[in-house]
């Protein structure tokens, strides 16, 4: 089964790329067993992959929900620049 949310980006370096959930529509969070998975945005109706999930924490409720992800970084700096915002 496809799994399709939103995560924000709050950090990304040239390693690793960290997410956070909001509590907003179409939210999604990574829990345990995600690890492997990947992350992609979405540009011009196109999506990239740009990550591979790693881990989650500061885990709450049952299952292991965690509100941050993070995940191993896959792009050049040149995509990064032109493509990734965090906020």
């Known amino acids: 089964a496809i799994r399709a949310g939103i995560q924000r980006v709050s950090a990304v370096s040239s390693s690793y790329i960290t997410l956070r959930t909001e509590n907003e529509a179409n939210a999604c969070s990574c829990v345990v067993y995600d690890s492997g998975g990947g992350i992609f945005i979405k540009r011009n109706n196109e999506y990239f992959l740009v990550g591979v999930i790693k881990s989650s ?17 896959l792009c050049t700096k040149a995509f990064r620049d032109q ?5």
């Open 57 to 73: 924490s500061n885990r709450y409720g049952p299952g292991g929900v965690g509100n941050r992800a993070y995940a191993v970084n």
């Open 83 to 87: 493509y990734i915002q965090h906020t």
